[in-house]
């Protein structure tokens, strides 16, 4: 059963929160939210409202990878995941998973380097172990990919979204290494890019300023 991006970033939300928050877990519709918009350790960074949330969330709950908890005297609803029983994964690997599914594609190191107290890995070797079990899964959870010229290491993704959309991450991703910018280009680009940033925060500082005068 292939999810959508969204349904995969809200997933990856609820299991992280899980194992970082466990107080503050299962989690609100405002919770939720709020960490699938986070701006550090995501990859896309998001922006989805509550409603959108909501509605990822209903088509997650008939698919069966998400429950509502009606909690005694809490005025919200809130929710978890299923994966753990959904695909009989233990915590290292639903770490593992949990964090391609936050971060994009990784190498064992990376993924060992950022899992934090999602998981205490020993070793490179352990997540190495991990992930194979989810490439072994039928139908599998995750792939290795071809590595790319120039590289040392092997790079993972999850196939939630489907082998397609995986086909076409790989063919952007050999696309951008294939096309070497000289340094100096790039960094009249960043240049270009930061100008056109600072002229569009001052625009927006105007637009406030003339909007707050209203009420002034």
Avoid at 17 to 37: I, M, Q, R, V, W
Avoid at 60 to 82: C, I, M, N, P, T
Avoid at 132 to 148: C, E, M, S, V
Avoid at 183 to 192: F, N, P, Y
Wanted: aromatic fraction near 6%; include cysteine.
């Amino acid at each position: 059963m292939l999810l959508d991006p969204f349904e995969v970033r809200v997933l990856a939300v609820l299991a992280e929160k899980e194992a970082l928050t466990p107080d503050n877990y299962p989690l609100s519709l405002n919770a939720l939210t709020n960490g699938c918009n986070q701006l550090s350790s995501r990859d896309p960074v998001m922006s989805l409202s509550e409603e959108m949330v909501q509605e990822v969330l209903q088509r997650l709950v008939d698919k069966k990878f998400v429950s509502e908890v009606r909690q005694a005297g809490a005025r919200v609803v809130k929710y978890e995941h299923r994966m753990r029983m959904k695909w009989a994964l233990e915590q290292d690997k639903l770490a593992v998973l949990t964090l391609l599914m936050l971060r994009g594609t990784q190498t064992a190191g990376e993924i060992r380097s950022r899992s934090g107290r999602l998981h205490d890995f020993a070793s490179v070797a352990d997540v190495e172990a991990a992930l194979q079990f989810l490439i072994d899964k039928y139908p599998p959870l995750a792939a290795r990919l071809p590595r790319a010229p120039g590289t040392k290491e092997a790079r993972y993704a999850h196939l939630l979204c489907g082998e397609e959309m995986l086909e076409r991450l790989e063919t952007a991703a050999g696309f951008s290494a294939s096309v070497e910018t000289p340094r100096q280009d790039r960094v009249a680009q960043l240049e270009a890019e930061v100008a056109l940033l600072r002229g569009e925060l001052e625009r927006l500082s105007e637009q406030f300023d003339s909007f707050r005068k209203q009420f002034d």
